[in-house]
């Protein structure tokens, strides 16, 4: 497809479990970011990634959250022994490019609803 | 510590009639300000963006209003129609050309009714 694909788009598990969540981001596209929203709230910033490496990881809450791009592409984020208070979206955006007149624009994904039990 | 304060955190207005929705910051160091439009079930989408170096922007229907010495911008809606309906997030961010470390405001649920 042309845009940011995310998998799953619905993901329930149980406190303590492992969770992936994986973002295709569109074609050509350099920068890719994750962004959690929780209910009722704007999107709030986790990482983002020029090329394969994580140029920002700042807004990882804990050391639980992990994010790879190990090939440029498509990138993983990853929750350890998640906690009820994981729950929410996780949004991946991406853009053409980091810096340079018109990289202003992020282009999101539907996002990945993370229900923890 | 909430860095770019929205209000209203819902509206209603009536169909033809001009939505406004109102964002603050305190950094001063931000200089890029985008206003993102999300439908249920779906990703924000960048809407339209400013930088301070402009008082207002216009992209048809929608226009930013940017008052750097008050440390505020807003969104008006033109001719405000049902497909409008949508939560709208404002945003800021610093660099030169910074757009990967964006704070969002809360939303405003914007509601349009016949």
């Known amino acids: 497809g042309a845009g940011v694909s995310q998998t799953p788009s619905n993901k329930v598990t149980e406190k303590g479990k492992y969770v992936e969540l994986r973002c295709d981001p569109i074609s050509g596209h350099t920068a890719l970011y994750w962004y959690r929203q929780s209910l009722g709230q704007g999107p709030e910033f986790l990482i983002y990634?020029?090329?394969?490496?994580?140029?920002?990881d700042s807004g990882l809450p804990n050391d639980r959250f992990f994010a790879v791009r190990p090939e440029g592409s498509v990138s993983t984020l990853k929750i350890q022994r998640t906690e009820r208070g994981d729950s929410a979206v996780y949004l991946c955006?991406?853009?053409?490019?980091?810096?340079?007149?018109?990289?202003?624009?992020?282009?999101f994904g539907e996002g990945s609803r993370l229900t923890v039990l | 510590q909430q860095q770019v304060k929205q209000s209203p955190q819902s509206l209603i207005v009536q169909k033809g009639g001009i939505s406004i929705i109102n964002c603050a910051y305190e950094?001063?160091?931000?200089?890029?300000f985008p206003w993102y439009q999300q439908f249920p079930g779906k990703g924000p989408a960048l809407l339209i963006a400013i930088r301070p170096d402009v008082s207002e922007k216009k992209e048809g229907r929608f226009t930013i209003s940017f008052n750097k010495s008050a440390k505020q911008f807003s969104l008006h809606i033109m001719d405000s129609q049902p497909g409008d309906s949508a939560t709208y997030f404002c945003a800021a961010s610093m660099g030169d050309f910074g757009n990967e470390k964006l704070t969002f405001g809360t939303g405003t649920r914007l509601t349009i009714i016949p």
């Open positions: 955006a991406s853009s053409l490019s980091r810096t340079g007149p018109g990289s202003g624009e992020l282009f």
């Open positions: 990634f020029q090329g394969t490496g994580a140029a920002d």
């Open positions: 950094n001063t160091a931000f200089d890029y």
